[in-house]
C-alpha cells in the first residue's frame, strides 16, 4: 500500500522547527514559527495559566468524555469574550461557539460545515493568507480563491484594491479575514476601513469568515474584536475561527472555538448539530484540558484581569521590538526602508528578501526565516539584533 510513495518536503513553517534545531551555531535566531519569545529566548507558561491549572488539577476529579460540545463553561466565556457580553446576536441566541482542537481544528470544522451547507461554497482569501489557508481548505474539498490585499513596493494594505474585490462577492462566496495582526504581512484595516468592509459584506451578502489568531496582539483584546462585532452586528450569517494559542500562550494544549451566527436561533441549534456531526467522524471530541484552564481565567474576575495585563506584556514587547529593529536598520548602512517594520503589528512581517537572500541567511548566518521572506518579529531580543542586522545588510549589500 504504500510502496509508491515518497517522501514530500516540510510544511514551510514547520519543516524550521526542526532544522533549527539540528543547527548547533550558538548564534542561530529562529524568525520561523509563530511562537511569542522572552528577552531570553524561552516561552513561557502565563501566570494565570499556571494559577488556572493548579485549580484544575485539585478540583477535577475525573477524566471521563464530556461529550462533543467539550467545556460548556468554555464556550461561553469565549462567546462572551469574542462578541462582547452585551452583543445583540449572543442575546438573540443566533451564536454558537464549540470548542475545536486549536484554531487550525476551527477552520477545518468551518471547512467541513461549509461542504455541508452549500458544498459549491468558495472561500476568497487575502493575497497573501497564512500558507496552512491553502493547505487546509482545498484539503476539504472547498476551492480557494483571492482577493488583492498586501502591496509589496510600500508593505502596505491595498485598501482600494481589496474594496473592489470584496463588491464582486456575493451570496454564496465565504471570505476569509484575519481579524488583527495579519499573517503573513503584518497590515491590518484600521478601523474606519473595517466598518466599510463590514458595511460591503452586509450588503452584498457573502459570508464573512473570521481567522483571529492572535487577539490582543495588535491594539488589545477588545479593540481586536472590532470585525467580528461589526460583522454580528451587520451581517445575518458569521464564522469565527479563535484561538488561545497565542494569547494563552497555550500552543501544544490545542485550545480552539469555532463560532456561527445565524439567521435566528432555531437555525444556530441546527448548525450545532451539523458541527457534532462532522467532527463526530473526524476526532469524536475535543480534548478538554486547556479549555477548562481558559474557563477558570475567564469566569474568575482575577485571574481575567491578570490574563488582559499579560497579554498586554507580550504586545507591549513585539511593539517595542518593532520599533528597535526599525531603527537599528536605519542606523545602519543598509539603504532601503525598513520603518514598515515599525508601523506593522503583531508577530509577522515580510522582510522583501529573495528566496536566495533567505538561504544565504540560513547558510551563512543560522537565521531561520520562512522563504516567504516573513519573519516573526517576537523572536528578537538585545543579543540577536545586531547580529541579525549585520546579516541583513551583508546578503542585501552583496
Ligand atoms: C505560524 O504561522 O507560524 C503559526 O500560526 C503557527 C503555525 O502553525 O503555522
Same mark, same amino acid.
Given at each position: 500500500?504504500?510502496?509508491?510513495?515518497?517522501?514530500?518536503?516540510?510544511? !514551510?513553517?514547520?519543516?524550521?522547527?526542526?532544522? &533549527?534545531?539540528?543547527?548547533?551555531?550558538?548564534?542561530?535566531?529562529?524568525?520561523?514559527?509563530?511562537?511569542?519569545?522572552?528577552?531570553?529566548?524561552?516561552?513561557?507558561?502565563?501566570?494565570?495559566?499556571?494559577?488556572?491549572?493548579?485549580?484544575?488539577?485539585?478540583?477535577?476529579?475525573?477524566?471521563?468524555?464530556?461529550?462533543?460540545?467539550?467545556?460548556?463553561?468554555?464556550?461561553?466565556?469565549?462567546?462572551?469574550?469574542?462578541?462582547?457580553?452585551?452583543?445583540?446576536?449572543?442575546?438573540?441566541?443566533?451564536?454558537?461557539?464549540?470548542?475545536?482542537?486549536?484554531?487550525?481544528?476551527?477552520?477545518?470544522?468551518?471547512?467541513?460545515?461549509?461542504?455541508?451547507?452549500? !458544498?459549491?461554497?468558495?472561500? @476568497?482569501?487575502?493575497?497573501?493568507? @497564512?500558507?496552512?489557508?491553502?493547505?487546509?481548505?482545498?484539503?476539504?474539498?472547498?476551492?480557494?480563491?483571492?482577493?488583492?490585499?498586501?502591496?509589496?513596493?510600500?508593505? *502596505?494594505?491595498?485598501?482600494?484594491?481589496? #474594496?473592489?474585490?470584496?463588491?464582486?462577492?456575493? /451570496?454564496?462566496?465565504?471570505?476569509?479575514?484575519?481579524?488583527?495582526?495579519?499573517?503573513?504581512?503584518?497590515?491590518?484595516?484600521?478601523?474606519?476601513? @473595517?466598518?466599510?468592509?463590514?458595511?460591503?459584506?452586509?450588503?452584498?451578502?457573502?459570508?464573512?469568515?473570521?481567522? #483571529?489568531?492572535?487577539?490582543?496582539?495588535?491594539?488589545?483584546?477588545?479593540?481586536?474584536?472590532?470585525?467580528?462585532?461589526?460583522?454580528?452586528?451587520?451581517?445575518?450569517?458569521?464564522?469565527?475561527?479563535? *484561538?488561545?494559542?497565542?494569547?494563552? $500562550?497555550?500552543?501544544?494544549?490545542?485550545?480552539?472555538?469555532?463560532?456561527?451566527?445565524?439567521?435566528?436561533?432555531?437555525?444556530?441549534?441546527?448548525?450545532?448539530?451539523?458541527?457534532?456531526?462532522?467532527?463526530?467522524?473526524?476526532?469524536?471530541?475535543?480534548?478538554?484540558?486547556? !479549555?477548562?484552564?481558559?474557563? =477558570?481565567?475567564?469566569?474568575?474576575?482575577?485571574?481575567?484581569?491578570? @490574563?488582559?495585563?499579560?497579554?498586554?506584556?507580550?504586545?507591549?514587547? #513585539?511593539?517595542?521590538?518593532?520599533?528597535?529593529?526599525?531603527?537599528?536598520?536605519?542606523? *545602519?548602512? =543598509?539603504?532601503?526602508?525598513? *520603518?514598515?517594520?515599525?508601523?506593522?503589528?503583531?508577530?509577522?512581517?515580510?522582510?522583501?528578501?529573495? /528566496?536566495?537572500?533567505?538561504?544565504?541567511?540560513?547558510?551563512? &548566518?543560522?537565521?531561520?526565516? /520562512?522563504?516567504?521572506?516573513?519573519?516573526?518579529? $517576537?523572536?528578537?531580543?538585545?543579543?540577536?539584533?545586531?547580529?541579525?542586522?549585520?546579516?541583513?545588510?551583508?546578503?542585501?549589500?552583496?
Amino acid at each position: 500500500m504504500f510502496e509508491h510513495l515518497k517522501a514530500i518536503p516540510p510544511d !514551510p513553517i514547520l519543516g524550521i522547527i526542526a532544522a &533549527y534545531a539540528a543547527d548547533s551555531n550558538p548564534k542561530k535566531i529562529d524568525l520561523g514559527i509563530g511562537v511569542y519569545r522572552d528577552e531570553h529566548g524561552n516561552t513561557p507558561m502565563l501566570d494565570c495559566v499556571v494559577e488556572a491549572e493548579k485549580t484544575l488539577l485539585s478540583t477535577q476529579t475525573t477524566k471521563s468524555y464530556l461529550g462533543p460540545p467539550g467545556v460548556v463553561g468554555f464556550n461561553t466565556a469565549m462567546s462572551q469574550l469574542i462578541f462582547g457580553a452585551d452583543s445583540n446576536a449572543l442575546q438573540q441566541g443566533r451564536i454558537r461557539t464549540v470548542q475545536t482542537p486549536g484554531g487550525t481544528g476551527a477552520l477545518r470544522v468551518a471547512a467541513d460545515l461549509m461542504k455541508v451547507a452549500m !458544498p459549491e461554497a468558495e472561500l @476568497w482569501a487575502s493575497d497573501p493568507t @497564512w500558507a496552512n489557508h491553502h493547505a487546509l481548505f482545498p484539503a476539504a474539498g472547498v476551492n480557494m480563491h483571492s482577493y488583492p490585499y498586501f502591496d509589496v513596493e510600500s508593505s *502596505s494594505l491595498r485598501f482600494d484594491a481589496m #474594496i473592489e474585490g470584496l463588491q464582486q462577492r456575493g /451570496v454564496g462566496d465565504v471570505v476569509l479575514f484575519h481579524a488583527c495582526c495579519h499573517n503573513p504581512c503584518g497590515v491590518s484595516p484600521d478601523p474606519e476601513q @473595517w466598518q466599510i468592509i463590514a458595511d460591503i459584506a452586509a450588503e452584498r451578502g457573502f459570508t464573512p469568515m473570521v481567522d #483571529i489568531a492572535y487577539m490582543g496582539f495588535e491594539r488589545g483584546v477588545d479593540e481586536d474584536c472590532l470585525s467580528v462585532r461589526l460583522f454580528a452586528e451587520q451581517c445575518h450569517e458569521l464564522i469565527v475561527a479563535s *484561538s488561545c494559542s497565542k494569547n494563552f $500562550a497555550m500552543y501544544r494544549e490545542r485550545v480552539g472555538a469555532i463560532s456561527i451566527i445565524t439567521r435566528d436561533a432555531e437555525k444556530a441549534a441546527a448548525v450545532e448539530s451539523v458541527i457534532h456531526n462532522v467532527t463526530r467522524p473526524n476526532y469524536s471530541m475535543p480534548p478538554t484540558h486547556g !479549555p477548562a484552564v481558559v474557563d =477558570i481565567i475567564l469566569h474568575s474576575k482575577e485571574l481575567a484581569a491578570q @490574563w488582559v495585563e499579560e497579554v498586554a506584556v507580550m504586545r507591549n514587547r #513585539i511593539n517595542s521590538l518593532r520599533k528597535t529593529l526599525s531603527a537599528k536598520i536605519a542606523a *545602519s548602512q =543598509i539603504q532601503r526602508d525598513f *520603518s514598515f517594520l515599525a508601523r506593522q503589528s503583531g508577530m509577522f512581517s515580510f522582510l522583501g528578501l529573495s /528566496v536566495e537572500q533567505v538561504h544565504r541567511l540560513r547558510d551563512e &548566518y543560522s537565521i531561520y526565516v /520562512v522563504n516567504s521572506s516573513r519573519v516573526n518579529v $517576537a523572536s528578537f531580543n538585545q543579543g540577536n539584533m545586531d547580529y541579525f542586522v549585520e546579516a541583513l545588510a551583508t546578503v542585501l549589500n552583496d
